[in-house]
C-alpha cells in the first residue's frame, strides 16, 4: 500500500473515507480491437496496436503500403450517461438536484472522447508508425451516502495527448518468425480527483471550470514499451501467435494522479484459421498485467469542501479483469468495401464490434462492460463507443 498525502493541512479536518470505481490503466481503446474482447497481444495488425504490444505493427498487411488516419474521432459512453448529464444540468434547485442524485445513487458514469492519428508503414526492411493522441476521459459515481456539502458526487477525470512512436522488425528462425517491437510515447496531462457537493452543482453552468480551479494537476511522462510476437508454424493452416508485451516501463512518473500508468506485462495467443466463406477469421485470448500492477485508489476528503486529504492505492488482483478473449469474423474484404463482425468477453462480460470502410471513410462500432470498483465489490459500466475515421 502507498500512502500520498495531498493537503497535509486538512488532516484535523473532518473527513468521510470514499472509493471511486476504478478501471485498469489505459491510453486508447481501439473499438475495433475493444468489439473483439479487448485482445490484441498476439494479433496486431492496426497502428494502434501498440498500445498492447508494438511489435502487432509487424503484422500491418504489407500491402497496403502506407496505412494513413487522418481523422480517427472516437465517442464513448456509459448506458445512462446522457440521462444523467440531461437530469443534472436540468435541475435547478437544491432539492432538484438532491432527487436527481438520489435517482443515481451509487452508479457509474463514463464518457470519453478520442482522436488517434497517426501514419504506419510494413516495409521489407522493417514497420514504423507515427501517431498523436489527443482525449479526454471522464468519470463521475454519485454516493448515496455522501455529505450536502462535500461528498454527493465524486469523480476522476483527465484531458491528456502526446506523441506515440513505435517501430517493429521480423525476423526469421529455425524455429520461426519472431517479431520485435519498441514503442516510446510522450503523454501530458490535466487531471481532476475530488467530489462536488450541491453548493458545486445547484445553479452552477459551468462545472467544467469548478473542477479547474479546485482540481486541476498537470503532470507529464515518458513511457519505454517492448514486445515480441512468435509465429512457430506460419504456414500451417491455423497460423498460430504468441504475443508478449512489457508497457510503460518506468511508470511514465504519473502515479500521483489519475491517469497513473503503471508497468504492466501482459501475455497472449492468437490462431488464424483459413476457413471458407470468411475472408478471415482471428481467434484470440490475452491475459493483461501478469504481476497485478494496477492499483485501487481509496480517497479519504475533507466532507465539508471535498478536497482530498490523502489517498491510499491497493493492489486489485481479480483475473477475471484480467481476461480478455475475442474473434474476428472478417466477411468481405475489398479495395473499396470491407467489413468485420466482432464478438467476444472482456472482464467476464461480452462484447460486440462491427467495423467497416467504404473507400477512405471506416465506421467502427462496439460495446463492451467495464467492471469498476474496489475488487470485492464491483459496479458494472456497460459502455457504447462509435469512431469515424478518415484513412487508407
Given amino acids: ?9 486538512l488532516l484535523g479536518a473532518t473527513t468521510s473515507l470514499m472509493a471511486l470505481g476504478a478501471e485498469q490503466a489505459f491510453l486508447y481503446k481501439d ?8 485482445a490484441n497481444v498476439a494479433v496486431g495488425g492496426y497502428s494502434s496496436s501498440i498500445f498492447s504490444n508494438p511489435a502487432g505493427l509487424a503484422s500491418i498487411d504489407k500491402k497496403n503500403g502506407y496505412v494513413v488516419d487522418i481523422l480517427n474521432l472516437t465517442l464513448s459512453g456509459s448506458s445512462g450517461f446522457g440521462d444523467f448529464a440531461n437530469d ?3 435541475a435547478n434547485t437544491e432539492e432538484e438536484t438532491v432527487k436527481v442524485l438520489e435517482k443515481y445513487a451509487g ?6 472522447v478520442d482522436n488517434y492519428s497517426a501514419v504506419s508503414y510494413n516495409g521489407d526492411s522493417f514497420a514504423w508508425s507515427v501517431g498523436l493522441l489527443a482525449s479526454a ?5 454519485v454516493h448515496p451516502n455522501g455529505s450536502t456539502n462535500g461528498g454527493l458526487l465524486e469523480t476522476t477525470s483527465r484531458a491528456y495527448g502526446g506523441v506515440i512512436l513505435g517501430a517493429a522488425k521480423e525476423y526469421e528462425t529455425q524455429i520461426g518468425r519472431v517479431d520485435i517491437g519498441v514503442g516510446l510515447k510522450f503523454i501530458t496531462q490535466k487531471s481532476y480527483e475530488g467530489a462536488l457537493g450541491l453548493s458545486d452543482l445547484v445553479g452552477n453552468d459551468d462545472i467544467v471550470t469548478t473542477l479547474k480551479d479546485k482540481y486541476e494537476q498537470t503532470s507529464s511522462g515518458i513511457g519505454l514499451d517492448l514486445g515480441a510476437t512468435y509465429h512457430p508454424f506460419e504456414n500451417s493452416m491455423w497460423h498460430p501467435a504468441f504475443g508478449l508485451s512489457v508497457l510503460n516501463i518506468g511508470d511514465m512518473g504519473m502515479d500521483n494522479y489519475y491517469g497513473q ?5 501482459n501475455i497472449g495467443a492468437s490462431v ?6 470468411l475472408d478471415k477469421l482471428v481467434l484470440a485470448i490475452d491475459y493483461v498485467d501478469l504481476f497485478n500492477a494496477n492499483t485501487i485508489r481509496i480517497y479519504n476528503y475533507n466532507t465539508a469542501t471535498g478536497e482530498i486529504v490523502s489517498f491510499s492505492d491497493y493492489t486489485d488482483s481479480d483475473a477475471i479483469k484480467r481476461l480478455r478473449i475475442g474473434a474476428g469474423f472478417g466477411i468481405v474484404d475489398t479495395q473499396y468495401f470491407s467489413t468485420q463482425l466482432n464478438v467476444g468477453l472482456y472482464q467476464g462480460a461480452y462484447t460486440l464490434g ?3 470502410a467504404v473507400s477512405i471513410l471506416k465506421l467502427n462500432f462496439a460495446t463492451y462492460e467495464e467492471q469498476v470498483g474496489t475488487g470485492s465489490v464491483d459496479i458494472p459500466d456497460r459502455r457504447y463507443v462509435a469512431q469515424l475515421a478518415i484513412g487508407w
Fill in 261 to 265: 500508468q503503471p508497468t504492466t506485462v
Fill in 137 to 141: 476521459d471522464t468519470n463521475f459515481e
Fill in 107 to 112: 452508479d457509474h458514469f463514463h464518457g470519453g
Fill in 88 to 90: 443534472i444540468s436540468n
Fill in 354 to 356: 462491427l467495423d467497416m
Fill in 31 to 38: 473499438p475495433r480491437i475493444m468489439g473483439m474482447g479487448g
Fill in 272 to 277: 488464424t484459421p483459413e476457413v471458407p466463406y
Fill in 1 to 9: 500500500m502507498k500512502k500520498k498525502i495531498i493537503l497535509s493541512t
